[in-house]
């Protein structure tokens, strides 16, 4: 079965789905995305990304290109020409194709398009089991990292860097020394008196969706949580740390530039988290 793509209101071949060279997502990185994490064939925190979507394109001022009912249904339709059942849909939002100039253009209609794709599961069962080296590196990001630009060649530079190293995801720290976030995902501690850590909103992050679901749930699970900033040597030393995303959940740290955080080994809030995460988007609420 052949992958099918959207693509300004039509159904394409994904191999014959192409947008113009002129687009300003690919001359500009002018444009903005979501990722959402379908689980047993529906979206996960639907709400919460178009949410962030739509304020993603305020923030730019660039137009919707459809309506929020016209893209859930898209969003459904590829669900189901895809026949994905566990995985991801991608939507991005570019402000158009015009001749090259740095100003807005005027008359011209967003590029919208949409892919989705399997997902066998979010964090293999090794992550799972074993946790995940991170390591840490400067955060080189522009200032308004709470867009969800696809403007997003740091994150690639830092996602290859920790590849390099053999760690799986990389956490960017600021020039006062705290920690802002992973390269595609939040950053999440537990300390030794079992207090969530994890960097309140503000432009110097992504707000994840999948980040505020889990303060609800934790909070409905009446683990005390505060929302401020925290540096490597606090994580290094806390009991236990995690990463979220739509395309992993909750997935354990366990090893962060060389050091092991707590035992070594995925603590228990973090696994609860991480059950009670799988527990709400399996649920039919999740949607
Ligand atoms: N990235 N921070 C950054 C910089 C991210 O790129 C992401 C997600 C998150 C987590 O957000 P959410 O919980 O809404 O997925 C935080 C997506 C998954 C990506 O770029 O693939």
Redesign the pocket.
């Known amino acids: 079965m052949s992958r099918i793509a959207y693509v300004n209101g039509r159904y394409l071949p994904h191999a014959e789905a192409r947008v113009h060279i002129e687009d300003r997502g690919f001359q500009f990185a002018d444009g903005v ?3 959402v ?1 379908v689980m047993a064939g529906r979206l996960v ?1 639907e709400a ?2 178009l949410d ?1 979507l739509e304020r993603s394109l305020r923030e730019l001022s660039i137009a919707e290109p459809v309506s929020r009912r016209v893209l859930q249904l898209v969003m459904r339709e590829l669900i189901r020409r895809n026949r994905i059942r566990d995985g ?1 849909v ?1 939507m991005q939002v570019t402000r158009g194709t015009a001749a090259r100039d740095f100003r807005f253009p005027k008359g011209v209609r967003p590029t919208l398009v949409l892919t989705a794709k399997r997902l066998a599961n979010f964090g293999t069962p090794e992550a799972v089991a074993s946790g995940v080296a991170v390591v840490s590196m400067p955060d080189i990001r522009w200032l308004r ?1 709470d867009i ?1 630009s696809v403007a ?1 060649l740091a ?1 690639a530079l830092g996602k290859q860097r920790a590849a390099e190293a053999g760690a799986y995801e990389g956490w960017q720290v600021a020039e006062d020394g705290t920690v802002t ?6 950053s999440w501690i537990v300390t030794g008196k079992g207090t969530l850590v994890t960097r309140e909103p503000s432009t110097m ?8 679901s889990l303060l609800r749930l934790a909070r409905g699970m009446g683990i005390p949580v505060e929302e401020r900033p925290f540096t490597i040597a606090e994580a290094q030393g806390a009991a236990e740390a995690f990463m ?5 959940l909750v997935l354990p740290v366990t090893r962060i530039d060389g050091a092991a955080v707590g035992s070594g080994r995925p603590g228990p809030v973090t696994l609860r988290l991480r059950e009670a995460y799988l527990a709400y988007a399996n649920a039919e609420g999740a949607s």
């Open positions: 995305y979501e990722v994490a925190d919460g990304h962030r991801i991608y990292r969800k997003l994150q976030e992973g390269c595609s995902s939040n992050i992504l707000n994840g969706v999948t980040r505020l979220s995303a739509a395309t992993a």
